[in-house]
């Protein structure tokens, strides 16, 4: 029965009347006058609990009666108002759009064997084109984010598609490695916002309770793509030129981009702004300029909105541990397989992106039809249990699965590697740390989204810049320490690693809420 109809009950001038047992009347022969006196109570009693969820006839409830999470406004232009197809067509979108993130680093990863021949460089030279993107990806999130939360995310997100696509076709034509190298950075800058504003439009239209299966179809395509990406590289590298494994990110970003022109409204909506008077707001939402909220504007500060967001521990340490767990499941076979298969089985580069590509893809996927659906049923159940009140920390209890089989993982790659066994244990390897990295990711956003949701875009940035940053590295020291110490003990010790990040975590499951309510939350973007 809906809550408002339970208060209409309890509170209507007649009581009703299984609650009426009258001393006079004598009980059924199946059931005496104490077992009806007891259900009257139990269920006079269930009837007060289920009242108390709605203290407020305004309050607006999703479909298990519970108050929604944030409340949406009255204006129809209010992206949590969209229709669902519309959020799911939102949704998927942005979720192509990160995908073509690391898809556009990561189509030439087995492609560099013939891209060094061509420059007249090694392969682990040749791999610094993938981690300078790479690294340029954390820096330009930096930029589009103060821009996305004052002008809008819909012209950011045009705009950076056609810088991605422009500078990855650039990067195909390039003639000189040091053209190349710019070409790449211009990538990186440009999408660098498909990771962290995307991140604020999956919160822009979608509740709490549904936040977490949101974001892990974003995060299974942010992992993904990367894993998709060596299956098409190594063919296009093998049978028509490396060349094309730029010119294909780019035809893809140019596609994108015509997509979302005509199909992604803004999101961007400040809670308690005047209602938009229009017949079609969604169509009105569909401009490209002109939708800033009133009072908003562009300052100095809000570059720096980032670093403010590390002071918080349940997103310092969040970030921290999905950088880790991340760069050693997706990063570090990226750059390491096109080496390493050619080295320890003579691979061609079509084989190397498929050992590599359907390992850590089917991983992955695995991954996300576990974690985005458990951490969302684990929070409505706690929600129901404790009279609808809110704790993120228990999405943390998602985690462990990712967290346990990540360190199994990195053992399984580095004794693969180290003793030449056959080349599907490399690939199963690829298979258990990117399970484990999506259950991982998928919880950790959601997570740090639930924490302080008007500051995910800036919680995404600190995210993408923690990964980026300590992912670059990778392909300068990852070559060179397993064949120094040995892949066997390299594996062994990225698996410690793994354990000793993922303790500040367990802390976090604890002790975050007592933590966060000393901090206190942080006072910008409040209205978003």
Same mark, same amino acid.
């Given at each position: 029965m809906h809550p408002r109809a339970l208060v209409r009950l309890l509170f209507s001038p007649?009581?009703?009347?299984?609650?009426?047992?009258?001393?006079n009347e004598k009980p059924d022969s199946d059931r005496s006058f104490k077992e009806a006196k007891i259900e009257s109570q139990s269920a006079s009693s269930q009837l007060k609990e289920d009242a108390a969820l709605e203290v407020d006839p305004d309050v607006k409830l999703d479909k298990h009666g519970l108050?929604?999470?944030?409340?949406?406004?009255?204006?129809?232009?209010?992206?949590?108002?969209?229709?669902?197809? =519309?959020?799911?067509?939102?949704?998927?979108?942005?979720?192509?759009?990160?995908?073509?993130?690391?898809?556009?680093?990561? @189509?030439?990863?087995?492609?560099?064997? /013939?891209l060094a021949a061509h420059f007249h460089k090694t392969t682990v030279v040749a791999s610094y084109q993938t981690t300078i993107a790479i690294a340029f990806v954390g820096v330009g999130a930096f930029l589009w984010v103060p821009l996305a939360n004052t002008y809008g995310r819909r012209p950011v997100l045009l705009f950076t598609a056609l810088l991605s696509a422009a500078s990855s076709l650039a990067s195909g034509k390039a003639q000189t490695w040091s053209q190349l190298i710019g070409t790449r950075v211009l990538n990186g800058i440009g999408t660098a916002s498909f990771f962290t504003v995307g991140a604020g439009v999956v919160t822009d239209c979608f509740?709490?309770?549904?936040?977490?299966?949101?974001? %892990?179809?974003?995060?299974?395509?942010?992992?993904?793509?990367?894993?998709? #990406?060596?299956?098409?590289? %190594?063919?296009?590298?093998?049978?028509?030129?490396?060349?094309?494994?730029?010119?294909?990110?780019?035809?893809?970003?140019?596609?994108?981009?015509?997509?979302?022109?005509?199909?992604?409204?803004?999101?961007?909506?400040?809670?308690?702004?005047?209602?938009?008077?229009?017949?079609?707001?969604?169509?009105?939402?569909?401009?490209?300029?002109?939708?800033?909220?009133? %009072?908003?504007?562009?300052?100095?500060?809000? *570059?720096?909105?980032? *670093?403010?967001? @590390?002071?918080? /521990?349940? @997103?310092?340490?969040? #970030?921290?541990?999905?950088?880790?767990?991340?760069?050693?499941?997706?990063?570090?076979?990226?750059?390491?397989?096109?080496? &390493?298969?050619?080295?320890?089985?003579? *691979?061609?580069?079509?084989?190397? +992106? =498929?050992?590599? %590509? &359907? +390992?850590?893809?089917?991983?992955?996927?695995l991954g996300?039809?576990? +974690?985005?659906?458990?951490?969302?049923?684990?929070?409505?159940?706690?929600?129901?249990?404790?009279?609808?009140?809110?704790?993120?920390?228990?999405?943390?209890?998602?985690?462990?699965?990712?967290?346990? =089989?990540?360190?199994?993982?990195? &053992?399984?790659?580095?004794?693969?590697?180290?003793?030449?066994?056959?080349?599907?244990?490399?690939?199963?390897?690829?298979?258990?740390?990117?399970?484990?990295?999506q259950i991982i990711s998928t919880v950790l956003y959601s997570y740090a989204a639930d924490c302080y949701k008007p500051q995910t875009p800036e919680i995404a940035q600190v995210f993408n810049f923690a990964r980026q940053t300590f992912g670059m590295t990778l392909g300068f020291w990852a070559i060179p320490m397993g064949t120094k110490i040995g892949y066997q003990f390299m594996g062994l010790t990225l698996a410690l690693a793994g354990l000793v990040t993922f303790i500040p975590v367990v802390f976090l499951m604890y002790k975050g809420k007592s933590v966060r309510e000393k901090m206190g939350a942080p006072t910008f973007n409040n209205s978003l």
């Open positions: 007649r009581p009703p009347a299984m609650s009426q047992v009258s001393l108050p929604l999470i944030p409340q949406p406004s009255s204006d129809p232009s209010d992206p949590l108002n969209f229709p669902q197809w =519309l959020k799911i067509a939102i949704l998927l979108q942005v979720s192509f759009l990160v995908g073509l993130g690391p898809l556009n680093q990561a @189509v030439i990863n087995p492609a560099y064997v /013939p509740f709490l309770h549904e936040r977490g299966r949101a974001f %892990g179809i974003f995060t299974v395509f942010l992992t993904n793509s990367a894993h998709v #990406a060596p299956i098409p590289g %190594g063919f296009l590298a093998q049978f028509v030129s490396y060349r094309w494994c730029y010119y294909l990110p780019g035809i893809l970003d140019l596609t994108l981009f015509v997509m979302m022109f005509f199909c992604l409204p803004e999101t961007l909506y400040m809670r308690g702004s005047k209602p938009v008077k229009t017949d079609r707001p969604i169509l009105h939402r569909m401009r490209v300029w002109g939708l800033r909220p009133e %009072g908003k504007h562009l300052r100095l500060v809000d *570059f720096w909105r980032p *670093f403010q967001m @590390v002071v918080y /521990p349940s @997103v310092l340490i969040s #970030a921290f541990y999905y950088a880790v767990s991340f760069s050693f499941s997706s990063i570090l076979p990226a750059v390491t397989s096109a080496t &390493l298969f050619r080295l320890k089985h003579h *691979f061609t580069t079509s084989q190397t +992106g =498929l050992a590599l %590509g &359907l +390992g850590t893809l089917i991983g992955a996927t996300e039809l576990l +974690g985005g659906i458990v951490v969302d049923r684990t929070m409505y159940l706690n929600r129901k249990s404790h009279g609808g009140e809110v704790v993120p920390e228990v999405r943390l209890q998602g985690i462990w699965a990712g967290a346990i =089989l990540h360190p199994i993982g990195l &053992l399984i790659w580095g004794f693969a590697w180290q003793y030449k066994t056959h080349w599907i244990a490399s690939t199963i390897a690829f298979a258990v740390m990117n399970f484990s990295a």
